[in-house]
């Protein structure tokens, strides 16, 4: 691809066009506030192309006027279709109506000739809308019982197919210039791979690769350069892949030698240079220039010590070691089959393991050899392509196929990408799953007479070789039953109490925990993306793991407190409970602010002070008037107290509802006239221990340890200060989040109660 062709259209690949806009140019969206960005970003978030747009790649730089128009219109739908679903997720958290016969995407029910059902199929490329509806606005798919809903404007319908079909030719536009570009690029990648005798693939080493350009370093983006940049440990993948277009393994492939050399795999040693991220680099001006673009930036974080090379910081100076040394490791292995790298062994057996046509890999030849002279394999492969689905009759048909469709489709930098079908995954986990499902069967079977052992996990066959536990399947006794539990756990927290049956315990919840089981219902009916539900509390998981954890400590505890007799499912639990419920704590406060005169006991309390006041970092924010927290606990407490019409907790005595057990018992000492709380150092007394905890420090302490940093005025609260100083910026507390409306106000019940009679009935 000459220079002189790049000057066309991106979208529409037209050279006779009146305008060209830049990628790299900014643009702002006719009535919509704050869509300042850059165009390549505003193609990047509409279209979510097969490779993403990059300023600087080798294709055209420019879109038409025509093409942004359309791009703008894109924007604007898209945008409407995401109100629209914030203010219907408003009425259902407030239980107000939504009119069925409205349409979903601009909640019109005026002026509607027609109506099409969201699970009608379009005639143009057989969908559902539904589909489309969910692939074009990121929105929640549309369900038949979800309480939205269900139609769509003939308007807005016209609108959405309209805008689809432009996504969808844009989707082959841009197929069409990436597989030019890998074409032009490399015409022999074909014969990259030689024939194994082992399992009909195909395999080389490090000289053949796809060559990709140079890119520009105008914009850090997150995909390009370096595979690693900027990912948390758990988010890296372990392998480096030579031949993908970011790579380049020709360049990089005279500065390994080998140390080792197997059937299947290798050990190489990395003569050039390291970066901590994990990129390859060939001499100390690649390595700078890597870590100026992509490790410059100084992150704030509450620790001090950091790698100076990539700004990282460490919990510890023991972290701090650990990281410099796996940088300074350059031992990695290759699979000769794929033409892989990792610096991990673990990495390489999981790979040749869960890999279609490799063999399980054992540390030397010699153990190899030894594990067949006492087991027969029996290897059954999955002859499907786990791309598209079809089936072959043997693994060289399987390859072809793969090399003639896929592989020119793959990305141009990889991350957890099969080598059988070359699609890529989110982490480890997904790709794991995508191994297992079309991995094949391998069956092991004990060599030894009379021995009829087998079983399709290599570990269990390796500890029957090693202990030499030979049987007779006849010899066998029937397998005891599982005993069913006996003891059934209450699993809400703060709740110790323990049944005989599990009859005894869902009674027990219904009578004790119905206003808690409501609050979790709130959270987890909503939820998308769940590890799993508790059937009991109601509780949502963010984790399958976690899930099963907490399904086991209704029926298993088997570490017991010996003070007080409590029972938990795991030790790291007991150690817990012993260290702050049996232990004396610290009465000294050790961890001193660096931003003001206040101290804490432990470095957890500390960062959390740090975030708050001084960093005034809040996360967690209402969806329904705009709040921001800075704990997620602090969220649901202000949801469930300020938003929710039907609160879980009731005062008997006056009509006072709330949405936790905690203030209903702090209300109900109202109604009494009981003040058990008294000051030692005068007569007062007070109903709840906080507030005499903050009358001490106040009147006979003088604490204040919230001080003003514009004037000598400071405070016991923290958020006496934050209203006091709304006096020198002028800025209250709470703004109305709603677009065009000008409200704030430094009370969040008026900010509330404002929302509630302007914006709910919008």
């Not at 029937?478 to 009859?503: A, G, Q, V, W």
Request: hydrophobic share 30%.
């Amino acid at each position: 691809m000459e220079t002189d062709e790049l000057v066309c259209c991106r979208l529409c690949l037209s050279y006779d066009v009146d305008e060209l806009i830049s990628l790299g140019c900014e643009c702002t969206i006719e009535n919509v506030p704050e869509s300042t960005q850059l165009v390549v970003e505003l193609v990047s978030s509409l279209m979510d192309a097969l490779g993403q747009p990059e300023i600087g790649d080798r294709l055209p730089q420019y879109i038409c006027g025509e093409c942004f128009q359309q791009l703008e219109q894109n924007y604007r739908l898209q945008q409407k279709a995401l109100d629209s679903f914030r203010i219907m997720r408003r009425k259902k958290i407030q239980r107000q109506p939504v009119g069925e016969l409205a349409c979903r995407m601009c909640l019109s029910e005026d002026e509607v000739e027609e109506l099409i059902s969201m699970f009608c199929i379009c005639a143009d490329n057989q969908r559902l809308v539904a589909d489309i509806f969910r692939e074009f606005t990121g929105a929640i798919r549309p369900a038949q019982d979800d309480g939205y809903p269900q139609n769509i404007c003939d308007r807005c319908f016209d609108e959405l197919i309209k805008a689809y079909d432009f996504r969808v030719d844009i989707h082959k536009s841009d197929t069409a210039l990436r597989k030019e570009l890998r074409e032009s690029a490399s015409n022999t990648v074909m014969s990259r791979i030689q024939l194994d005798p082992f399992n009909n693939r195909k395999t080389d080493g490090l000289s053949q690769s796809v060559s990709s350009p140079a890119l520009t370093r105008k914009r850090k983006l997150q995909e390009s350069g370096s595979r690693t940049a900027g990912l948390d440990e758990e988010e890296r993948d372990r392998f480096i892949y030579l031949d993908a277009a970011d790579v380049n393994g020709d360049r990089l492939r005279p500065y390994f030698e080998t140390l080792q050399v197997e059937q299947y795999w290798e050990k190489l040693k990395f003569t050039g240079h390291v970066c901590c991220c994990g990129n390859l680099a060939l001499d100390e001006f690649d390595l700078e220039e890597h870590r100026q673009i992509f490790h410059s930036v100084k992150e704030k974080s509450w620790s001090y010590i950091k790698c100076k090379d990539c700004n990282k910081h460490m919990k510890s100076a023991l972290a701090l070691q650990k990281h410099h040394e796996k940088r300074d490791n350059k031992i990695y292995f290759r699979c000769k089959i794929c033409n892989i790298i990792t610096q991990e062994w673990s990495a390489l057996e999981i790979h040749f393991e869960y890999t279609r046509f490799h063999v399980v890999l054992e540390k030397s030849a010699e153990e190899q050899q030894k594990f067949n002279c006492k087991v027969d394999t029996i290897y059954d492969p999955d002859l499907r392509c786990c791309q598209c689905g079809d089936d072959f009759e043997d693994g060289a048909q399987l390859m072809k196929h793969v090399k003639e469709t896929h592989f020119l489709e793959q990305p141009p930098n990889p991350r957890f990408q099969c080598m059988i079908c070359y699609g890529c995954f989110p982490n480890m986990l997904k790709l794991t799953d995508h191994l297992k499902d079309s991995s094949g069967t391998r069956l092991y079977c004990c060599r030894m007479a009379d021995c009829d052992f087998q079983t399709n996990q290599r570990i269990l066959m390796k500890k029957h070789v090693e202990l030499g536990n030979h049987f007779n399947s006849d010899d066998l006794s029937k397998p005891i039953e599982e005993e069913e539990p006996c003891e059934f756990f209450c699993c809400f927290r703060l709740c110790n109490s323990m049944f005989d049956t599990r009859i005894e315990l869902e009674e027990h919840i219904q009578e004790e925990h119905a206003g808690q089981r409501s609050n979790n219902y709130h959270f987890s009916k909503d939820t998308d993306d769940s590890g799993g539900i508790c059937p009991l509390c109601l509780r949502d998981f963010p984790s399958p793991v976690a899930y099963r954890e907490h399904i086991k400590s209704q029926t298993s505890r088997k570490h017991v407190c010996p003070k007080c007799n409590r029972r938990f499912v795991n030790r790291d639990l007991l150690i817990r409970h012993d260290k702050y419920a049996h232990h004396e704590r610290k009465s000294q406060m050790d961890f001193q602010c660096d931003h003001c005169e206040s101290s804490f006991a432990t470095k957890y309390t500390l960062r959390e002070h740090v975030k708050r006041v001084h960093e005034n970092v809040m996360p967690f924010q209402c969806p329904t008037c705009g709040r921001a927290f800075a704990k997620k606990s602090s969220l649901k407490q202000h949801e469930l107290n300020m938003h929710l019409v039907e609160k879980a907790f009731k005062c008997a005595v006056c009509p006072a509802q709330f949405g936790i057990k905690a203030l209903l018992q702090n209300h109900l000492l109202t109604h009494t006239d009981k003040r058990p709380y008294l000051c030692e150092f005068c007569d007062k007394t007070y109903r709840h221990g906080e507030d005499r905890r903050r009358h001490i420090k106040t009147v006979h302490f003088n604490e204040k340890p919230f001080q003003c940093t514009m004037c000598a005025m400071a405070f016991v609260r923290d958020r006496d200060l934050r209203l006091h100083m709304t006096t020198h910026t002028k800025v209250k507390l709470h703004t109305c989040q709603i677009v065009g409306c000008n409200f704030s106000t430094n009370n969040g019940r008026e900010l509330t109660r404002h929302h509630t009679e302007n914006h709910m009935m919008d």
